[in-house]
């Protein structure tokens, strides 16, 4: 597999092996992507529970013109 890094990505990837933090890319990456994916499952179970407090939540009287009233209401003072 190849994959293209920005200069600052290099950059970074050195700096982080040099430090004795990493021993050499392939172990950064793989850390980074572990990282990346414990974040993104916590996005969405974040979200997930977002939208059912929706769901379970009461219902409001407005409708959507008198959302976006309020919302340019809000913006223009």
Do not use: C, P
């Given at each position: 597999?190849?994959?293209?890094l ?15 933090d990493?021993?050499?890319?392939s ?9 990346h994916?414990?974040?993104?499952h ?23 013109k ?5 919302k ?6």
């Amino acid at each position: 597999m190849n994959v293209s890094l920005t200069k600052k990505q290099q950059e970074y990837i050195a700096d982080q092996i040099e430090s004795g933090d990493f021993q050499n890319a392939s172990e950064l990456v793989r850390d980074a992507l572990r990282l990346h994916e414990v974040y993104r499952h916590r996005v969405i179970m974040d979200l997930k529970a977002e939208i059912e407090k929706g769901w379970s939540g009461s219902t409001s009287s407005r409708n959507i013109k008198d959302i976006i009233d309020s919302k340019r209401q809000n913006k223009a003072g």
